[in-house]
């Protein structure tokens, strides 16, 4: 037997792991599983590379929980110990098991998928337990070794009568941690860190029907058929999947494939994705992974099912923030790297220039798996168009990169149906839509209902009107602005339809200047000016004789700052007012200015303008009801 101290350069470091070094007592398990997988693929190399003399099988990685006697076991059926081995690698710590092997094997081991680089991960144990035992037999002849620590830097160390190879760990779980005795819960944890290790984990049995019996169909002499009970076998209850998609090759995978991992990821999602992007690069580093395009209408919220992070099949966290591009954190799937620099707890990311790098990688990747399923199928793209937008257009705002590649993809859809790249609207409409000033003006409406009278005079027009009706279209149209050359955007109820693309035509009006003021006068005194800005405009006579618009900059600035504009903020503070646009040249607005009693005027007045407002949406509560009241006596 030997006794001694763990070589620790603090008087003792378990407080210090316990309070600080992890930040969640959880992912002890973690850590061990993490442990018992690398000694089993160091095992598995060093098969495959004819330095060990013992048979590979298929070993597996075994959880049990004694919750009688309060202990927790984790058995592996790697290459386990020596004595020797644990006093170096146990007793000393950061010394790390897995840092030796990988550089003595540096050559042929660099994609073995062994995970430990600090070794500390065995310690985490010490956060729930009181006491932990090692007992591990080495894959040489060596004896077996029997280690055991209470918590305290002194340590025992016997030999075993272990005789297969491998190692037991066993916790003797601390009273203030018996939620770890529950199956239910260890249950959770194996499924949250460990669903996708590389090598099986055992946790229990299930019963199963036996697939090599076939059950026995009679009839009575009656003709009724019964059939006999399917018999059941018990077999071991492997909790994980060893080999989930995305570290097989894009080639071996069918559509239906890529589905069924995403139903494995997120069980409680019922609505497919409409597609996936897989990726796999081995140079300047490594990442593997699969997202999936979710259905995302108009939700700009950040999903509660998120992009998982991996390293080595060991899960990490959710949070992908600096790994991948913010505009593609509401995408679901799996991103697997083992050169994300993580730090000692493998909890939080570290900047580095490696992410940078990688997140540069999935930018572009999948803005060419866009391009590709737009050339590929452009009909399924479109159909397809309002469910990814936001994460487009978001992309085209926040990636400079992006925003390049996106010519190629991004569409601008007509309140018609038809959808346009960027190019195909350009030359449709520079030759109607320029104005006298030789800039192009591309039209939009963000409802086609409620702006449907303007979307009408424009196409009375011949005019294309798009419809953009995400909620940062505001920013969008900012950036595009300030991006292409000598273009503007307005929306359909910015302005009436002669002014939004001015013309060298003028209208003429039918009323005298003299008239006019007669007319403006009248307009104000009914009109409320905190809220209508009266304008006379001298338009098509069967032109709707009031039209209530909103310039396009202050509407544009007040929907930036309230979806988050930065330095816009004045706008969102300023009250809302609007433009009244008056026909000079309609029929009801002569009758208005010719009306000698004061009454009829108003009246008329103030249901042209409510009827105005009716159209915008403007119309609410007491007004509404007033409105309502005063048509029907209109109509006695």
Known sequence: MTKGNINVSVENIFPLIKKFLYSDHEIFLRELISNATDATLKLKHLTSVGDSKVEYGNPQIE?????????????????????????KYINQIAFSGAEEFLDKYKDTAKDSGIIGHFGLGFYSSFMV????????????????????????PEFSLTKSKKTGRGTEIILHIADDSTEFLEESRIRELLLKYNKFMPIPIKFGTKEINDPDFT????????????????????????????????????????????????????????????????????????????????????????????????QNQVYVTDNVEGIVPEFLTMLRGVIDSPDIPLNVSRSYLQADGAVKKISSYITRK???????????????????????????????????????????????????????????????????????????VILYASNKDAQHSYIDAAKAKGYEVLLLDSPIVSHLIQKLESTKENITFARVDGDQIDNLIKKDDTKISKLSDEQKTELETILKEVIPSEKFMVQLE??????????????????????????????????????????????????????ILGTKTKKKQERLINQSLDLARLSQGLLKGEELTNFIKRSYEMIK
């Open 63 to 87: 959880v049990k929980v004694d919750k009688k006697g309060k202990k927790l076991h984790i058995i592996d059926q790697g290459l386990g110990m020596t004595a020797e081995e644990v006093e």
């Open 366 to 440: 999948v803005a060419d798996k866009l391009k590709s399923l737009f050339n590929s199928n452009r009909e399924d793209f479109e159909a397809k168009w309002n469910d990814i937008k936001i994460v487009i257009e978001y992309g085209m705002l926040s990636e400079e990169k992006f925003f390049e590649k996106s010519n190629d993809f991004a569409l601008y859809p007509t309140v018609d149906g038809k959808f346009y790249t960027y190019e195909e609207l350009f030359n449709k409409i520079k030759a109607n839509q320029t104005d006298k000033d030789d800039k192009l």
């Open 538 to 591: 001298s338009m098509d006579s069967d032109a709707s004789p009031f039209i209530i618009t909103q310039p396009e900059f202050m509407r544009r600035m007040k929907e930036m700052q309230a979806t988050g504009g930065g330095g816009m903020n004045m706008f969102g503070n300023m009250p809302e007012m609007y433009n009244l646009v008056v026909n000079t040249n309609s029929t009801l607005v002569s009758e």
């Open 215 to 310: 059950p026995k169909t009679t009839k009575d002499k009656d003709g009724k058929e019964t059939t006999e009970p399917h018999k059941k076998i018990t077999v071991d209850n492997i909790i994980n999947n060893p080999n989930p998609a995305w570290t097989k090759q894009p080639a071996d995978l069918k559509d239906e494939d890529y589905k069924d991992f995403y139903r494995e990821l997120y069980p409680m999602q019922f609505e497919e994705p409409l597609f996936n992007i897989h990726l796999n690069v081995d140079y300047p580093f490594n990442l593997t992974g699969i997202l999936y395009f979710p259905k995302m209408g108009q939700d700009l919220n950040i999903q509660k099912d998120k992009i998982q992070l991996y």
């Open 129 to 152: 337990a009181t006491k932990v035992e090692i007992i591990t037999k080495s894959y040489t002849d060596a004896p077996a070794a029997h280690w055991t620590c209470d918590g305290s």
